[in-house]
């Protein structure tokens, strides 16, 4: 097995720019990813931890040295893409500078003992995992809302300090946005835990109470979705991104499957958009959104397509909101799945009144 990867590279004393080299590995001995880096390092010695946990990101998403090479490759395919967890920390290769990771810590220090620190260091990919810290440099970092929540379960009495200690820092839990598809195979406590120390600070409010429209309010009846529907016409001249949000919904893709279009994947199309507290951080929902919208309208998507009648009224109802929090146009059209699959069975007259209220009609019919 060969195994193709582009490597991180970055000198702070000598590079004006990151670059990234080209490594072609013939898998014999090596078992882990570890492994693998050794051996490029033996030829191109490079800044790096030989340690199995050192935490490092492969195609986007972050994983530690130890994983196999068997479970990389079944999941992240033969070519790949190693980069720091921190791009803009970097300062040798895919070493970091975590001055902002330890700074955070002083948000609780009145609460913690020298074990907590252990405990803070072992949470630091879910820092800078964090979509929010991308868009919010100064966010409070995940990692200190779980030492948070670890510091009130082992003391309870401190809960309501802890809770004004995180609540007095300005960009703190609202900011949050899921690690599910960032951090590989996360535990399912880690967002739990986050949830509950949002939910103590009183942060959330349920999706479907929220107001997700910031402009004019134009609500849209999609129908139904049907896949006993037999499909009539194929998108071949189309190239379509399909909006995931944190949760895939398999019938949106075996349609757009189906559809013979070319699709275009973006990183960002698996991001969750903090719709929780919108009610709070509208804005910050605008700056994720439209650069959601904006990745596949330039990496050439002719439409974007959502299975959630909540991202739809987000991201075609408050074009103004969105072009002012990006500061560019963003003239992609949207299309909910119900109408697409009207659309590929020739289900033009019952379509046409819906698409007919989008604030961008996709003029398709």
């Known amino acids: 097995m060969k195994l193709e990867i582009s490597l991180f590279r970055f000198d702070y004393k000598s590079d004006y720019l990151p670059y990234y080299t080209k490594n072609f590995i013939k898998v014999d001995k090596q078992k882990t990813l570890l492994d693998i880096l050794n051996t490029i390092n033996q030829e191109y010695p490079f800044g790096y931890e030989k340690s199995a946990d050192f935490n490092v990101v492969v195609n986007g998403v972050y994983l530690t040295l130890g994983i196999s090479i068997d479970e990389l490759v079944d999941n992240f395919g033969k070519d790949l893409t190693i980069e720091p967890i921190s791009i803009r920390r970097a300062h040798t290769d895919l070493l970091i500078n975590q001055a902002d990771f330890e ?65 007095e820092y300005e960009c703190s839990a609202s900011y949050h946005t899921s690690l599910k598809n960032r951090v590989y195979k996360i535990d399912s406590s880690i967002e739990e835990k986050i949830s509950k120390i949002k939910n103590k600070l009183g942060l959330t409010k349920p999706v479907n109470e929220q107001d997700l429209f910031l402009e004019k309010k134009n609500p849209i009846d999609f129908g139904t979705f049907d896949e006993t529907k037999e499909i009539k016409h194929d998108f071949s001249d189309f190239n379509l991104s399909y909006f995931k949000g944190i949760e895939t919904d398999e019938q949106t893709v075996k349609l757009i499957d189906s559809l013979n279009a070319k699709i275009i994947n973006t990183p960002s199309s698996n991001i969750d958009l903090a719709l929780d507290t919108f009610h709070l951080n509208s804005d910050f929902t605008m700056k994720l959104a439209s650069h ?74």
Do not use: W
């Not at 991308?134 to 309501?160: H, Q």
């Open 103 to 167: 700074d955070r810590l002083k948000v609780l220090s009145e609460f913690i003992e020298e074990d907590d620190k252990k405990v803070y260091e072992d949470y630091k990919i879910y820092f800078y995992a964090s979509n929010t810290i991308n868009y919010e440099y100064d966010y409070i970092g995940d990692a200190i809302l779980l030492l948070a929540y670890d510091l009130i379960e082992k003391n309870p009495s401190n809960e309501k300090e802890i809770l004004e200690a995180l609540s």
């Open 292 to 365: 959601a919208m904006l990745e596949a309208f330039d990496n050439g998507a002719d439409l974007i397509v959502v299975d959630d009648e909540n991202i739809f009224n987000l991201f075609d109802s408050n074009r103004k909101s969105l072009e002012s929090a990006c500061g560019r146009e963003i003239p992609i059209p949207v299309l909910h799945k119900n109408e697409l699959q009207k659309l590929a069975c020739a289900e033009h007259e019952s379509v046409k009144e819906s698409l007919s209220k989008h604030i961008i009609n996709p003029e398709i019919i």
